[in-house]
Nanobody, 121 residues
Framework: QVQLVESGGGLVQAGGSLRLSCAAS????????MGWYRQAPGKQRELVAG???????SYADSVKGRFTISRDNSENTVYLQMNSLEPEDTAVYYC???????????????WGQGTQVTVSS
């Protein structure tokens, strides 16, 4: 099994910054993709940013220019640097990894438990 543990959430004023971290552990052969999703109350979970194993990144339009995703492949860790935070960024942020447990495994999707980000106006 693959476990994802997130950290770095919290309460911040509008215009502030937070850095989220997500570390993957367990039986891991390779991680092809790691990303961050978020879910605000009453809304569907949405992709915030993702990064493939070749370090190509994608972002939701709402966070482009403010958020930066990065990976440390040697540590199976993904980060999300969030700057110029807005009240609309308030949500539970979830880490996702698309990983193989062995060389003959098929790719599966794994989720962290979520970390709360609250931006006050």
């Amino acid at each position: 099994q693959v476990q994802l543990v997130e950290s770095g959430g919290g309460l911040v004023q509008a215009g502030g910054s937070l850095r989220l971290s997500c570390a993957a552990s367990g039986s891991i052969f390779s991680i092809n993709y790691m990303g961050w999703y978020r879910q605000a109350p009453g809304k569907q979970r949405e992709l915030v940013a993702g990064m493939a194993s070749d370090d190509s990144a994608s972002y939701a339009d709402s966070v482009k220019g403010r958020f930066t995703i990065s990976r440390d492949n040697s540590e199976n860790t993904v980060y999300l640097q969030m700057n110029s935070l807005e009240p609309e960024d308030t949500a539970v942020y979830y880490c996702n990894a698309q990983a193989l447990r062995t060389s003959y495994d098929y790719q599966q999707s794994y989720w962290g438990q979520g970390t709360q980000v609250t931006v006050s106006s």
